[in-house]
C-alpha cells in the first residue's frame, strides 16, 4: 500500500477512491468524505492526489471542523439545514467558491472498530431524494428534509462492511507518518478526498486490494439488504437454496446449517421464523456437528429413531409430532475444501407419492442413497456459491446487531446520571440486553477491602451483595484482568458447585452459561466486572420450569461467542468511563455528608464565609448562639449584619484574615469576647477566625471560617452535660454545685473498653470511614453507658472510660457498671450484623472493670472544665481493659467488682495477679453472663472444671490441674484461659516453682 519512497500507492487511492463513491451511493447522499483518526500525530487524515501527480495525505488538526468534532464528542453530528452557516465549514466554502458545488444539509458519522474504539469519521454532504435524478440540477435533486434517523441506522447496517476496509486503509495510513503537507486543505485536494466524479490518477494502478474486491462484492448484496433488511434477505437466500436442495434429493424436510469460522458454531434459520436467526449450535455437537468436524456425510437409513443419536429427534417428536425416518447430513466445502456449511435432509420421499398422505406413507424405505450423495456434489458448487454469499451476509447481521446495538447502549450511557446505584443498574440492564443474556451483573471492585460488590434488587430494596476478590469466576477475571467464558454445559465445568448451590437456594434457577468481562477506567485500572448468565437461543423456546431443575431449559442450551465477548469489551470502555465518573461523584457526596455530619455533632458554633463575608455554612450550634432557627435563611448573609462582638470590630478581623499576612492574621483567636445574639441577649464565648486557604496555593485566601465557643457558668458544664451524662444525672449535678472546680473522695466502679487491634484497623480504613465507625460505635456504647447511670469522663482514641457512683452518687455503682458492659457485648453483636450485611469488617472489644475509691471532682480553669477521676483505681480499671487481650475475654472484673455481684453473674476466676503499684495481689475474673441469661450446659461445665483446674493450680498440684484444664479444652478447643494454664503447669512439672510459691502471676509491663 506504500512505495518504497514512503508515498501512497495508487492502489490505495484507488480504494479509498471506490469506498467513498459507494459510501454516498448507499446512504443517498450527493458526495462523501471519509477521516481517518491518527491518534499519534492527533490528526484527520484524508487522501488526496498531489500536484507532482502522487498521492499525499491530507491531515488537519483533531478538534479543527466539523468532523474534529463529531471525534472529540464520539456523536454524529445532523445539520438539516444550510451548513456553510455552521462554525467548522471553513473549507467546505472554500470548495463552494471554486467548484459552484454548494452544501445544504449534512450528516457526520463516527465509525468504531469492533473493539469499540474510533477509527474514522464519515462526512455526508447533501441528502438526495429517492429516486434520485442524476442529470437535474443539484438543487432539484436536494431532499429538503435532510438527514434522518433512519440514515443513521442504516449506516450501522453499513459499518460492518466498510469497518475493515478503512481498518486496512488506517494502517497504511500510519506507516506513512507525518505529512508533507500543511493543515490547510487546498480545494482540489478536498475534490479528490471527497470522492467527486473526475478523471482519477494512473490507469494503469495495480488491482485493489483482497479487501476491497470483497467490499465489491458485497455491494450489490448491500443494495438488496437495504430494500428488503439484511436478515430478510439472508432468510430468504437460505431459503431458496434449502428448497432447490430438498427438491434436488427429494426430501420431506431440508435445513442448512452455515459454518461461523470466527466462533466454530453452526447456525441457521429458526423453525417457522420469518428472519430470526437460532444462533450458537457447537460444531462437534450432535450429527450435524460431527459432519461439520469429520467434514464427511453421515446418513442414517429407517429407522433413525433406533439410531442412539436421535435423542433430539425425538423430544422434537413429542412437541410437534413430526418422526423423522430417515436422515443425510452432507458437509459443503470450498474450493479449498473448507467448511461452508452442513445441509440435513430428513425423510427421503418416494418419487411417486400423494401429498396428502400421512408421512408414513410417502416415505421410500431404501432411505437416501449413494446415488443421491453423488447428485448433490455435482450440484453442491451452485449451492455453495449462494452459502458463501449467505456466510458474508450472516457475518454483516452478526456487525450489524452489534453495531447498532452498541451504539443504542453508548447513547444510554451518555444520557445518564452519575448517581453510582443508578449507574450499576443502567449497566447491568443495557449488558443484558446487549448480549441477549438471561441475568446480568456488574461488579464493582473495592481496593481498600479487597472486595467485589453490587446491588441486586430483591424485594423492591436494592440490597448489596459482597464476595473478596479472588472467590469465584468473576473474582478470578477481577484478580487476573482477563475475561472467562463458560459454554454450555456450565455444571459439567469444575469448580461449580457454589453456582449449583445457589441456583438451588434461589428457587431452582439453572445456570448454564457464563460470561465475566473485566471493566476498565480510562486510565487502565481494573474497575469493575460485567457477569452475564444464560445466553438466551433465538426463536421460540419453552418457558423454564424451575421444577425441571436441574435438567438444563432448551432456552439456555446456548453459549457465549467470541462475538459476544468482543461486544462486550467495546461496551465496557465506555462504562468504565461512566463508572468511574459516578464514583467519582459518589465519594464527593459521602465527603461532604460527613462534613455535615461532624459539623451538627460539634457543641460549639461553626460558620463558614466567602471572602467578602458572605456566610456559606452555619451549623446548629451556631443558629442557636445567633438565636436564629433557618440556616437556609442564613446562607448569603453578611456575617457582619447578623453578629455583633462588644467592644470589638468583626469586620476589620475578618478583613485581616482574608489579607492574610502572616499567621498571626490566618489564625486570630479572641477569648472572653461577648456576642450579642438576636433580642439583646448576650452570652460569653471565645471567638477563632481562620482563613481558608486554597489547597494548592496557601497564599490564595477562599473565605474565613468562625469558631465560637460559649464560656460561662452553667455553659463551662453545658458540654459535659450533653456529652458525657444523661439529662437526669445533669439535672442533679449543675443544682448541687457539683460543677465548680474542686474533688473528693469517692467509691466507684470505673468501666475502660476499647477496640482490639485498632491500629491495624485504621491502616485498612480510610479517615473517612474510621470517623463514621468512630461515631456509630461510639453513639451505641455511650447509650449503654447512659442507660444504667454511668458518666462517660472521657474518649480515649478508640477507648471510652466511664465512671459509676460519680459526680452523683450511685448504689450498687458495681452491679450497674457490670450490667453496662454486658450491655455494650450485645450492642456490639448489633452492630456487627449490621456491619457484615454492608460488606465491613466485624470489630472485637476488650472491657475492665475495677471498685475502688477514687478522687472525683472538676479540674481546669473558669474558661474550661472537666470532670475527672484520679487513682490506683482508674489505673487497675484500665490495665484490666489490656490485659483482657493477653486470656481472650471480651470482659474482665476486679474481686471488688465480682464479690458485690458474685450472686448474680456467671463468672470464673482467670487469675492471681500482680500489680504495678499495690502490694496485695489481685484476683480477677471473666464475667461470662449474668444469671439472668441462659447459658448452654456446656459452657457451665467448662466453668466448673476450669475452677477445679484454678484450686488444684494453687494446691501446686499441677498434674491434676493439667487435667481439669484439658477437660475444658475438650469442651471448648478455643478457650485461652484454660489453655495459658495448661501451658503453666506443664512448665511446672518440669521445673517445680520455689518453696514460697503463691500462684501470683506478673505481666511484662502492657
Not at 978 to 995: D, K, T
Request: include cysteine; glycine fraction near 8%; charge should be negative.
Amino acid at each position: 500500500m506504500l512505495n518504497t519512497d514512503g508515498s501512497f500507492s495508487a492502489s490505495l487511492y484507488e480504494m479509498w477512491h471506490e469506498i467513498t463513491i459507494k459510501t454516498a451511493k448507499l446512504m443517498g447522499a450527493d458526495r462523501a468524505t471519509i477521516f481517518l483518526i491518527d491518534e499519534q500525530n492527533n490528526e484527520l487524515c484524508s487522501i488526496a492526489a498531489g500536484g507532482n501527480g502522487g498521492l499525499q495525505a491530507i491531515r488537519i488538526p483533531a478538534n479543527q471542523g466539523i468532523a474534529g468534532q463529531v471525534a472529540a464528542l464520539k456523536k454524529s453530528v445532523n445539520l438539516t439545514s444550510d451548513f456553510d452557516e455552521s462554525p467548522g465549514s471553513a473549507a467546505a466554502k472554500e470548495l463552494e467558491r471554486e467548484t459552484g458545488v454548494g452544501g445544504d444539509t449534512l450528516l457526520a458519522l463516527p465509525l468504531f472498530n469492533e473493539k469499540g474504539k474510533l477509527i474514522a469519521v464519515v462526512q455526508l454532504l447533501n441528502k438526495l431524494k429517492s429516486p434520485d435524478e442524476p442529470s437535474a440540477p443539484l438543487s432539484e435533486r436536494l431532499d429538503p428534509s435532510g438527514f434522518t434517523r433512519a440514515d443513521e441506522e442504516r449506516f450501522a447496517e453499513f459499518v460492518p462492511l466498510l469497518e475493515p476496509v478503512l481498518e486496512r486503509c488506517l494502517k497504511a495510513v500510519s506507516a506513512a507518518g507525518a505529512p508533507a503537507t500543511s493543515g490547510e486543505t487546498s480545494s482540489s485536494e478536498l475534490r479528490h478526498a471527497t470522492g467527486e466524479k473526475g478523471e482519477r490518477p494512473s490507469q494503469t494502478a495495480p488491482p485493489a486490494s483482497n479487501s476491497i474486491q470483497l467490499f465489491n462484492e458485497n455491494f450489490e448484496i448491500l443494495n438488496v439488504m437495504f430494500d428488503r433488511g439484511l436478515e430478510a434477505t439472508l432468510h430468504e437466500m437460505l431459503r431458496a437454496a434449502s428448497e432447490k436442495a430438498g427438491e434436488l434429493l427429494n426430501a420431506d424436510r431440508t435445513r442448512i446449517f452455515v459454518f461461523d469460522e470466527a466462533n466454530s458454531e453452526l447456525w441457521a434459520v429458526a423453525e417457522g421464523a420469518e428472519a430470526a436467526l437460532e444462533i450458537g449450535i457447537p460444531a462437534g455437537i450432535g450429527i450435524v456437528g460431527e459432519v461439520a468436524t469429520t467434514k464427511r456425510a453421515v446418513n442414517i437409513p429407517l429407522d433413525f429413531f433406533d439410531d442412539p443419536r436421535s435423542a433430539d429427534a425425538k423430544k422434537f417428536y413429542q412437541k410437534t409430532g413430526y418422526r423423522t425416518y430417515t436422515a443425510l447430513a452432507v458437509p459443503v466445502l470450498s474450493e479449498g475444501g473448507d467448511l461452508v456449511a452442513v445441509v440435513l435432509f430428513l425423510n427421503k420421499l418416494k418419487k411417486q407419492h400423494q401429498a396428502t398422505a400421512p408421512l408414513a406413507d410417502r416415505i421410500d424405505t431404501k432411505s437416501f442413497t449413494e446415488a443421491d450423495k453423488a447428485l448433490f456434489a455435482q450440484e453442491a458448487p451452485q449451492i455453495r456459491l449462494i452459502l458463501e454469499k449467505c456466510r458474508l451476509l450472516y457475518a454483516a447481521a452478526q456487525k450489524q446487531r452489534s453495531t447498532a446495538a452498541l451504539m443504542e447502549a453508548t447513547r444510554s450511557l451518555a444520557q445518564s446520571s452519575f448517581d453510582l446505584d443508578a449507574t450499576v443498574q443502567l449497566v447491568m440492564g443495557l449488558a443484558k440486553q446487549l448480549t441477549n443474556a438471561d441475568r446480568s451483573t456488574l461488579w464493582i471492585l473495592d481496593r481498600e477491602r479487597d472486595e467485589l460488590w453490587t446491588k441486586i434488587p430483591l424485594a423492591g430494596i436494592l440490597k448489596e451483595i459482597r464476595l473478596p476478590v479472588g472467590v469465584g469466576f468473576v473474582g478470578r477475571v477481577a484478580t487476573t484482568g482477563e475475561p472467562v467464558n463458560i459454554p454450555f454445559d456450565l455444571y459439567d465445568c469444575p469448580d461449580t458447585e457454589t453456582v449449583k448451590k445457589t441456583d438451588r437456594d434461589v428457587g431452582g434457577y439453572r445456570s448454564c452459561s457464563m460470561l465475566c468481562v473485566p471493566v476498565f477506567n480510562p486510565d487502565g485500572e481494573l474497575i469493575a466486572v460485567t457477569q452475564l448468565i444464560n445466553k438466551t437461543k433465538q426463536g421460540e423456546n419453552p418457558t423454564y420450569d424451575p421444577d425441571d431443575w436441574p435438567n438444563a431449559p432448551v432456552c439456555w442450551q446456548a453459549s457465549f461467542n467470541r462475538s459476544d465477548l468482543e461486544l462486550m469489551r467495546a461496551f465496557n470502555i465506555q462504562a468504565g468511563w461512566l463508572l468511574q465518573n459516578a464514583k467519582q461523584f459518589a465519594a464527593v457526596k459521602q465527603h461532604e455528608q460527613i462534613e455535615r455530619d461532624i459539623l451538627r455533632s460539634l457543641s460549639y458554633g461553626v460558620i463558614s464565609a466567602d471572602k467578602e463575608g458572605h456566610i456559606l455554612t452555619a451549623n446548629e450550634s451556631a443558629q442557636q448562639l445567633l438565636g436564629y432557627s433557618d440556616a437556609d435563611w442564613l446562607k448569603g448573609r453578611s456575617i457582619c449584619d447578623l453578629i455583633q462582638i462588644q467592644d470589638g470590630d468583626l469586620a476589620e478581623c475578618l478583613q485581616a484574615a482574608v489579607d492574610a499576612k502572616d499567621e498571626k492574621d490566618r489564625k486570630q483567636f479572641y477569648p472572653e469576647q461577648t456576642l450579642i445574639s438576636v433580642g439583646g441577649e448576650q452570652r460569653k464565648i471565645n471567638l477563632s477566625i481562620n482563613a481558608i486557604a486554597d489547597a494548592g496555593d496557601a497564599t490564595h485566601i477562599k473565605g474565613v471560617l468562625l469558631v465560637m465557643d460559649e464560656i460561662g457558668d452553667r455553659q463551662l458544664f453545658r458540654r459535659f452535660v450533653s456529652n458525657s451524662v444523661t439529662q437526669e444525672v445533669a439535672s442533679q449535678v449543675i443544682p448541687s454545685g457539683r460543677s465548680r472546680l474542686g474533688g473528693e473522695r469517692k467509691e466507684v466502679s470505673v468501666l475502660f473498653s476499647g477496640i482490639r487491634s485498632f491500629t491495624s484497623l485504621l491502616e485498612n480504613l480510610e479517615d473517612q470511614e474510621v470517623l463514621l465507625l468512630l461515631k456509630e460505635y461510639f453513639q451505641s456504647m455511650t447509650e449503654a453507658v447512659f442507660k444504667y447511670g454511668g458518666v462517660i469522663e472521657k474518649y480515649i482514641g478508640d477507648a471510652i472510660m466511664a465512671v459509676f457512683g460519680a459526680p452523683v452518687l450511685l448504689e450498687e455503682h458495681a452491679w450497674r457498671a457490670v450490667q453496662t458492659a454486658v450491655e455494650m457485648r450485645h450492642r456490639l453483636v448489633e452492630l456487627n450484623v449490621r456491619r457484615v450485611e454492608d460488606g465491613k469488617p466485624a470489630i472485637r472489644i476488650g472491657i475492665g472493670i475495677n471498685s475502688d475509691t477514687v478522687l472525683t471532682g472538676n479540674i481546669g480553669s473558669s474558661q474550661r472544665l472537666e470532670f475527672t477521676t484520679i487513682g490506683d483505681g482508674v489505673n487497675l480499671g484500665a490495665y484490666l481493659e489490656r490485659v483482657s487481650k493477653q486470656y481472650g475475654c471480651d470482659i474482665i472484673i476486679s474481686d471488688t467488682t465480682y464479690h458485690p455481684c458474685a450472686d448474680r453473674v456467671w463468672a470464673r476466676e482467670l487469675d492471681l495477679i500482680g500489680v504495678k503499684g499495690k502490694h496485695q495481689p489481685v484476683a480477677i475474673y471473666q464475667l461470662v453472663a449474668l444469671r439472668s441469661e441462659e447459658i448452654p450446659e456446656e459452657k457451665r461445665m467448662a466453668i466448673e472444671f476450669y475452677s477445679r483446674g484454678r484450686e488444684h493450680y494453687r494446691n501446686r498440684q499441677f498434674a491434676e490441674a493439667a487435667a481439669a484444664f484439658g477437660q475444658v479444652l475438650e469442651i471448648s478447643s478455643w478457650d485461652k484461659p484454660a489453655a495459658i494454664h495448661l501451658e503453666r503447669c506443664q512448665h511446672w512439672l518440669q521445673e517445680p516453682p520455689p518453696e514460697d510459691w503463691d500462684g501470683i502471676w506478673s505481666f511484662a509491663e502492657l
